[in-house]
């Protein structure tokens, strides 16, 4: 093989090996999370958002591969509040926060009006606090009879909170609701 063919196969070689690792960075690319959620994921994390902050509009859905949160949300409420929302990959809200932070605390008044997120945080754990009654409430007229043991909100897709209730006679049956507090299941506890 003379000087000139080897040089040609040695550049056609590189090439190869150069476009290869081209198609590998490509492929790797595919596979990056970040965007805004779409289909059952966006229909999820929705759910879980609202079910945390209440009634309201959700204005941005994002995945987010940052090594945080695996979902940013943001929600404008029915009273116009916005609020910012990380969830984890579970569907669980792990952090619920102003998202329109533009007030300026640095007055010396010391009877200055509650920031925006401090009303959100308890406008948040009231809408927690009714929705909770509601579902227990809910769960208690489905089975009749019985004390409320146990109450979670649930990351399923098919429901939002499960409440579990012990009966009279001493069964329990857990009882699992959508986000308008509509019985979807109840099922027998095994002991």
């Known amino acids: 093989m003379n000087k000139k063919n080897i040089l040609l196969a040695s550049a056609a070689g590189v090439a190869l090996v150069l476009g290869g690792a081209g198609l590998a960075l490509a492929a790797t690319n595919l596979g990056d999370n970040d965007g805004p959620l779409s289909g059952e994921t966006l229909d999820r994390a929705s759910n879980a958002a609202l079910a945390e902050v209440g009634p309201g509009t959700v204005s941005s859905a994002e995945r987010n591969d940052d090594g945080g949160s695996a979902y940013d949300l943001a929600v404008r409420l029915d009273n116009g ?10 569907f669980d809200v792990v952090w619920v926060g102003d998202y329109d932070n533009t007030s300026d605390d640095s007055s010396n008044n010391s009877e200055a009006a509650p920031s925006p997120s401090a009303t959100a945080d308890a406008s948040a754990a009231d809408q927690a606090a009714s929705e909770r009654a509601s579902a227990e409430a809910a769960a208690l007229v489905a089975v009749g009879n019985g004390r409320v043991t146990d109450f979670d909100r649930d990351e399923d897709w098919d429901h ?12 329990d049956r857990d009882v699992e609701l959508d986000a308008g507090f509509v019985v979807v299941r109840i099922d027998d506890v095994q002991q």
């Open 81 to 90: 509040t916005e609020v910012d929302l990380e969830l984890n990959d579970a």
């Open 160 to 171: 939002v909170y499960e409440v579990e209730v012990t009966l009279d006679d001493g069964t």
